[in-house]
Structure formats: structure tokens, C-alpha cells
């Protein structure tokens, strides 16, 4: 079970990584960088969405959902894939 639970787990990580890069830079709508985020994001909310609810944004404007779970599938991974 483990070999199937750690690449997913990495993969998902990517995929948080590769939404918050994306979200530093301004996008236009309708170009590729824009899908390609709004891509990451319809992969990813799932598991975010449920976090921002109950995590206040630090100082009224930084979420850190999305470090507090990445932070999560971290620990998780190590736990079964060590």
C-alpha cells in the first residue's frame, strides 16, 4: 500500500508547490498560465477549502492553509513511507 500512497502523496505536494508559485505572479485571464492555476487549483481545493475555514489568514491577509497541510502530507509521508 505504501508504494502506492507515496508517489501520490509526492504528487500531490507538487501540486500544492507548483499552485503557490503560481499564485505570486498576476495572470491575465484566459491565457495558459491562468488555466494551468485554475487547473491546480480544481486539483487541489479539495483539500485546501476545508483548511481555510478553520485556519485564520496570519495577520488578516496570509493563508497558510496551504503550508499547514503541505506540512501534514510531509509527516504523513515520512510516517508510512519510512
Known amino acids: 500500500m505504501a508504494d502506492v500512497l507515496c508517489p501520490l502523496i509526492t504528487l500531490f505536494l507538487v501540486l500544492l508547490l507548483a499552485r503557490v508559485v503560481l499564485s505570486w505572479f498576476p495572470m491575465q485571464p484566459g491565457t495558459f498560465i491562468a488555466q494551468l492555476y485554475d487547473g491546480l487549483r480544481l486539483l487541489t481545493?479539495?483539500?485546501?477549502?476545508?483548511?481555510?475555514?478553520?485556519?485564520?489568514?496570519?495577520?488578516?491577509?496570509?493563508d497558510i492553509s496551504v503550508m499547514v497541510l503541505s506540512f501534514?502530507?510531509?509527516?504523513?509521508?515520512?510516517?508510512?513511507c519510512n
Do not use: E, N, Y
Open 45 to 62: 481545493d479539495w483539500a485546501v477549502l476545508p483548511l481555510r475555514s478553520i485556519i485564520p489568514p496570519v495577520g488578516g491577509m496570509i
Open 72 to 80: 501534514a502530507l510531509i509527516i504523513l509521508r515520512d510516517a508510512i
